[in-house]
């Protein structure tokens, strides 16, 4: 699907009264920051404290038993101290896109199952990228955001999104070729319309439009698209009843694309 076609779609989303999410401006400001070469941790502490919330869970982490400090973190400075601006990004990220994105209450859609599994495939996508020697700024966030086209499709199309889970279901397809064979578009197309929509970079966007086929993806992308995929793959083990299989195949994926060793695999 053309990238024309994609914005067509989400053009007649919106023109049908479907309401789109826009970014979190906090979320906006964020990403701009960090950007900025000449950005200060002063400067980024100042948008962030803006959020009480945000605030809030940025020293609950700095204070939790995994930094192990000998002092309290009382203030964003000391804790960008602790977290460096990478991880602290991170986690601003998650935080406040998850929370304006969380929908109201749906039986038909598991908003806390969506969102613990983008962010278990956020944090195998960074372990893989290491592993790989692929890892940048954008890892966590991209393969966060990855299937965030689910929701937008879910949102525009509820009743046809929910024949897409049940033919999935029965058909144990990816969902992108359900979704491509029932509506003639896919997530990852579409998730990556909106975040260009939202001018996010395209160090972000183009690895989210070609995860489900990462050979296609423009060659200087192809590698962060390839994280992706298996970051999914590897989210998917920790919510399956019947993962050993997965594990299997898996693991021979990785040996014969990255040449990784059995040790390495399982680190």
Request: proline letters at 4%.
């Amino acid at each position: 699907m053309s990238e024309n076609t994609v914005q067509s779609l989400i053009d007649e989303m919106i023109a049908s009264g479907v309401n789109l999410p826009s970014p979190p401006a906090i979320a906006v400001r964020i990403l701009n920051a960090v950007q900025q070469e000449d950005q200060s941790y002063t400067d980024l502490a100042k948008i962030i404290s803006s959020d009480p919330a945000l605030t809030a869970q940025m020293l609950k982490i700095a204070n939790s038993g995994f930094y192990s400090l000998k002092y309290k973190v009382t203030s964003i400075e000391k804790a960008l101290t602790v977290l460096g601006v990478n991880v602290l990004k991170n986690i601003a990220l998650s935080f406040v896109i998850a929370k304006e994105m969380r929908g109201s209450a749906d039986q038909k859609f598991d908003f806390d199952y969506f969102w613990r599994r983008s962010v278990t495939s956020a944090v195998a996508a960074e372990l893989l990228a290491i592993q790989i020697g692929h890892q940048n700024d954008d890892t966590f966030v991209t393969a966060m955001l990855a299937d965030i086209g689910i929701l937008i499709l879910h949102q525009a199309l509820p009743e046809e999104y929910q024949k897409v889970f049940a033919d999935k279901k029965m058909s144990a397809e990816p969902i992108s070729l359900v979704e491509n064979r029932l509506l003639g578009t896919d997530h990852c197309h579409i998730g990556a319309g909106l975040l260009e929509c939202w001018d996010l970079p395209a160090s972000i966007c183009m690895p989210i439009r070609y995860h489900h086929e990462p050979e296609r993806a423009p060659e200087q992308y192809c590698r962060s698209a390839e994280v992706l995929q298996i970051a999914d793959h590897l989210s998917a083990i920790y919510y399956d009843p019947n993962s050993g299989e997965r594990v299997r195949k898996l693991q021979a994926e990785l040996i014969t694309r990255y040449d990784l060793t059995e040790e390495k695999i399982v680190e």
